[in-house]
């Protein structure tokens, strides 16, 4: 006899053979709002979710990188910044701080060269201060953009502490002793207040170190002669390693002008009205060059139109130099080629203005001048091992000379 069911479960099988119940229909309007309502709640969810894990992200980075600590390097040297992890107790390390360098000279770093007796221009060379890259052939067209223009017939321009450092023909400008020559060589010939008052200021600027050690000449000529082919000197200019104009002069010439050469020359018979005389341009150019690098463009007939000597070795000529050969279709590359091919600087299209053939020959110079330097201290090391070679052979020589002498005195001796 099988058991008896509960009460539970006759009341589970009563509803089981129940026949299922007819739901009311439910209108089109209701469900609509149905839907929408489901999908208001699951974008809402979706919103609410995405919110919620942005907010976890961001306490897992602020958890695991702690906050980094600023410090300004006392020093050159690089300093590093490391922070302790409280999780793990080790130390984890930054990377070094690294300065960008400006392209110009901080007043801390120019009150120590000045201290240490270093120029300015071996600060520019050794940070690479106002050089532009090697990039592009364009690159220093900026450069030269923002120099001021050349002043015709300035005299001498200086930077000095506590002096005014214009010279003007007839007048100085020197505040202090502009009277005595300070011990620089002075022609007796000379005696223009305007001379000796450049002088001295060449010299307190080469105690000052201000001058610098590299100067760049050009100079502007006129004929003489038959046929004018005689060069004579009209104009001369000198800047600086910066590109400053350190030096500008029309000068008297010295010989009867028979072809200004105007087109090219730019010199006109109206400029000699203000030019200042040859033996006075030239004790101040000579006073300019003395003891320093000079740089040219085929520079030895600036010199020898000015009359003036200057070692060899301390001539860096871009004319010459060998790596702007193949920019020349004869044995010397013009000035104008290489300005456009090495600098893509545009010149001498009218006349030649000699401040701008010397700013663009110091901005060759700069451009190449460990090749400058490389080919000098070559050239020259050759030429002082071959001297030292004949003077070591000459004394070899005299050696075994005079020791077959003194056999010949012990031989007779002997004899004797």
Request: aromatic fraction near 4%; glycine fraction near 10%; include cysteine.
């Amino acid at each position: 006899m099988a058991p008896e069911l509960s009460s539970n479960w006759k009341k589970l099988q009563e509803k089981l053979k129940a026949p299922p119940k007819k739901s009311a229909p439910i209108s089109q309007e209701e469900l609509f709002k149905q839907e929408t309502s489901k999908k208001s709640i699951s974008s809402e969810t979706l919103k609410r979710k995405a919110s919620e894990s942005k907010e976890a992200d961001k306490a897992k980075k602020h958890k695991t990188q702690p906050p980094r600590k600023t410090l300004t390097p006392s020093n050159s040297k690089s300093a590093t910044i490391s922070s302790k992890d409280p999780k793990m107790g080790g130390n984890v390390q930054s990377k070094p701080i690294t300065s960008t360098s400006s392209n110009t000279i901080s007043p801390s770093l120019h009150l120590w060269a000045s201290e240490e007796g270093i120029s300015s221009e071996s600060l520019a060379e050794a940070y690479n201060l106002g050089l532009r890259s090697h990039s592009s052939s364009s690159s220093h067209v900026p450069l030269l953009s923002t120099l001021p223009p050349a002043v015709p017939n300035a005299g001498l321009t200086l930077t000095l502490s506590g002096a005014a450092t214009t010279t003007t023909q007839g007048q100085s400008s020197l505040n202090g002793n502009g009277n005595g020559t300070n011990g620089l060589p002075l022609p007796s010939s000379l005696a223009d207040d305007t001379t000796t008052a450049d002088l001295a200021l060449i010299l307190s600027a080469t105690k000052q170190n201000t001058l610098g050690k590299y100067l760049s000449l050009d100079c502007e000529m006129v004929g003489t002669g038959p046929s004018g082919l005689t060069s004579l000197l009209a104009r001369v200019s000198v800047v600086d390693f910066h590109l400053h104009q350190i030096y500008d002069s029309y000068v008297q010439p010295t010989a009867f002008v028979t072809d200004w050469r105007t087109p090219v020359s730019g010199i006109t018979k109206r400029h000699m009205a203000i030019a200042r005389p040859f033996e006075s341009v030239q004790a101040t150019v000579a006073a300019l060059l003395k003891g320093r690098i000079l740089v040219g463009h085929d520079v030895k007939h600036d010199l020898e139109v000015l009359g003036l000597e200057h070692p060899h070795r301390d001539i860096r000529d871009t004319a010459k130099y060998s790596g702007f050969r193949k920019y020349g279709h004869g044995p010397k590359p013009s000035l104008r080629v290489l300005a456009k091919e090495v600098l893509g600087v545009e010149i001498q299209r009218g006349e030649h203005s000699s401040v701008e053939d010397a700013r663009v020959a110091m901005l060759l110079f700069r451009r190449e001048k460990c090749g400058f330097d490389v080919e000098n201290s070559k050239r020259y090391e050759k030429e002082e091992a071959g001297l030292e070679r004949g003077k070591g052979n000459g004394r070899g020589k005299g050696g075994k000379g005079g020791g077959g002498g003194n056999g010949s005195g012990k031989k007779k001796k002997g004899k004797k």
